[in-house]
């Protein structure tokens, strides 16, 4: 059955008031594709569709929905409907959906709330922004080192309803401080009078409260976990950040870079839902700043304007010198931006990174300078000095062009800049400056024009 078959079969049959049948057709989806169905829905056959949900599935089902369709169905929610809900959703599910409501709406869910909980949501509001403290989540099964197999299956059973995993338990001594982690496999594996503390994983791997979210995207990927836990700087165990999480923070990551590399200011919300003037804002900075740097070019043109007008063939060239350069440095930084991201480069590297570059520049350069030698020629049938001057500056714009490429990004990093800014808009900016200026300054050795 095609998702777009279920809404408008199901548009269908709440507008004829055949709710029965509506909830046969809901009850039988996946949680994630309900929340896709339901979101199409008309603003007042929304909360319908909900309400006919089973009380289990509805939970589940709500947190995958977005923001805005989570707003109007809590503005249609009775006081004790919302309570449902909350007290369905994990923790970190319910902080994230927080960040996203207004005063309103936050006054509202934090009211409905137990204070134990409503502790635990202001405790993890106070975590900055794209720490590791404000995507984790304190819903995890915590054993201590001087219990039974027994009493940890007990302690299991009594709270893992409750919890996010409970294939991954996490050991802590009296002053709840990380010790070791041990799975459920471990524990089905021992015997039942085995002592937690003989049997555990010790040195877990773990991540700070305050560290960045992409450092804990950068552990997940390392060991292959489905969950980490999340220390304090006593090193005492606060939380656990779980794969779904950094699945989200990998998508933030990248959607960030991609913006930021063409030249557009990263935004929170899907470009679906943003408005146009917010794009505009979003866009219009970049668009000012490269337009004022491209001015450079310009200045330089208008500077040998002597040499053009002598050689008024040189002016075709100049677009392909200028894309070729601005290519051929995107090449390069988007390469060693990934590896960044990735964790892969760091600044200890830079010179390794540099020789390798210049090397792929050489080859790259000469080429390309061949192959367009060989076109101007042959096809343009052109001056042999004049095809000199356009694939010698050829050849060294790729080779500069690479070397920006490279260098930036890394500097970047170093001065605690986005590397993704040095990328694109700024990289081509530069290297069509120098591209000019090698093209003008090459002209004037071999054409001997002033």
Known sequence: ???????????QLITERKLHEAREILAEQNEADLAEIISELDAEQLPIAFRILPKELAADTFSYLEPDTQE??????????LNYIIDNLFLDDTVDMIEEMPANVVKRILKATDPVTRREINELLKYPEDSAGSIMTTEYVRLEES????????????VGVDKETIYTCYVTNLKKELIGIVTVKDLLLSSR?????????ENAIYVNTLDDQEEVAHTFDKYNFLALPVVDK??????????????DVIQEENTEDIEIMNAITPSDKPYMKTSVFETYKKRIPWLLILMI??????????????ALATYVVLTSY???????????????SVSIVRGISLDEIHFEDIFKIQGKELLVALLCGITLAVANFIKLILIDRIKIMIALTVCGTLFFVVIVAKFVGCTLPILAKKIKLDPAVMASPFITTIVDAVSLLLYFNIAKLILHIN
């Open 1 to 11: 059955m095609t998702v777009e078959f279920n809404i408008e079969n199901l548009k």
């Open 293 to 306: 740097s491209a001015t450079f070019t310009g200045a330089i043109i208008s500077h040998f304007e002597a």
């Open 72 to 81: 109007q169905l809590i503005s249609a929610f009775s006081d004790k409907e």
């Open 318 to 332: 100049i677009p392909m010198l200028m894309d070729t350069g601005g290519n051929s440095g995107q090449q390069a």
């Open 234 to 247: 006593e090193k005492r165990l606060v939380g656990i950040i779980t794969f779904d999480d950094v699945i």
């Open 193 to 201: 009078d085995a002592i937690i503390s003989d049997i555990m994983e």
């Open 147 to 158: 219990m039974t197999v027994k009493q940890s299956f007990d302690r299991i059973r009594k």
